[in-house]
């Protein structure tokens, strides 16, 4: 079977790609916040909310995999 993982060691510009999912997740982090805040407040910013779950969860799962 062909490795079709993406590889995290490799470089992406200045930075590793595993640099730059970090990057992505901590933006995804504070959209979740932000919208979350919002959400607590009067019940806006419901997208936001769930556009920065949906991010931080997809960084996750791929940001798991262990280096080599």
Not at 16 to 44: C, E, H, K, T
């Amino acid at each position: 079977m062909v490795d079709k993982m993406i590889d995290l060691d490799g470089r992406i510009g200045p930075l590793p790609a595993r640099a730059w999912g970090l990057i992505l997740n901590f933006i995804g982090n504070a959209l979740a916040v932000y919208g979350g805040i919002g959400f607590m407040q009067d019940g806006s910013r419901l997208p936001i909310l769930i556009i920065g779950v949906a991010m931080t969860l997809v960084c996750l799962l791929v940001l798991a995999k262990p280096s080599k």
